[in-house]
């Protein structure tokens, strides 16, 4: 380059890195404000949340201590009537009521099972004697057991 010397160039290239530092240095200013504005906003809601963060930890503390208070007024309510159980039993039942939980089948009632496969593999497969008078006895035990049992 024949007209440009180094000297310009360096002189150039510094005023330029000025001008960037410059406009870098508002840009910022300009940024921290709008970020202090936002925290202004903010700051509301970060109070707000840490008063029902520890309202929900009490709520939780007093649900638990009327919770146990409550199984507790269960357990003597249960112990005036008179006692079927073992008291240890009742108090378990007062910490958990899932303890001793009961089905919803009543205690007398049959519980049909399917036939085994072996007894339904004999009744449907019918062997005929040599004389030609049907069903052999054989196959007529199946029979009179599923319809008996």
């Known amino acids: 380059m024949p007209g440009v010397s180094l000297e310009r160039l360096a002189q150039a290239r510094a005023a330029e890195l000025v001008e960037l530092r410059q406009e870098l240095g508002a840009f910022w ?9 936002v ?14 963060e520890e309202e929900h930890l009490e709520l939780r503390a007093e649900l638990a201590r ?18 079927g159980e073992d008291l240890s039993t009742l108090f378990l039942e007062a910490l958990d009521p899932c303890t001793s939980f009961e089905g919803i089948e009543e205690p007398g009632d049959p519980v049909a099972h399917p036939p085994a496969f072996s007894s339904m593999r004999q009744q449907s ?9 049907g069903v052999s006895a054989g196959s007529s035990a199946p029979r009179q057991r599923l319809a008996g049992g």
């Open 29 to 37: 200013v300009v940024v921290e404000g709008q970020l202090e504005q």
């Open 39 to 52: 925290l202004r906003r903010v700051q509301p809601l970060v109070l707000a949340l840490r008063a029902l």
């Open 66 to 83: 009327l919770s146990h208070r409550l199984d507790l007024l269960v357990l003597w309510l249960r112990l005036q009537e008179p006692p």
């Open 125 to 133: 497969a019918p062997h005929l004697s040599q004389s030609n008078s």
